[in-house]
Nanobody, 124 residues
């Protein structure tokens, strides 16, 4: 059974940093795109960043480019999201997700498996 478990969320002041982790289990994910999404209260879940199975190809939503970095360790079946220069508008529940794909997909409906989410709160 596939399981994704996020960790690393918390409360941070604007300008601070957090590193999210997502550990996947239940199968080998070396052929899967791994992605991060977020959902703020009253808003739809939106794409944040994704990374191809090789770890070389990445994609980001414009609002986080230059501040967030996605990476993965296939030996550990883990994806990371390093978040720097955080802003209050980054406040949301962050979810990791995986999909068997050769390209990074941005539509949440395309992803097959999801974690339970981790709360990130950025105070001003």
């Amino acid at each position: 059974q596939v399981q994704l478990v996020e960790s690393g969320g918390g409360l941070v002041q604007a300008g601070g940093s957090l590193r999210l982790s997502c550990a996947a289990s239940g199968r080998t994910f070396s052929s899967y795109v791994m992605g991060w999404f977020r959902q703020a209260p009253g808003k739809e879940r939106g794409f944040v960043a994704g990374i191809r199975s090789s770890g070389i190809g990445t994609r980001y939503v414009d609002s986080v480019k230059g501040r967030f970095t996605i990476s993965r360790d296939n030996a550990k079946n883990t994806v990371y999201l390093q978040m720097n220069a955080l802003k209050p508008e980054d406040t949301a529940v962050y979810y990791c997700a995986v999909v068997r794909s050769t390209v990074v997909l941005v539509n949440a409906k395309s992803y097959d498996y999801w974690g339970q989410g981790t709360q990130v709160t950025v105070s001003s």
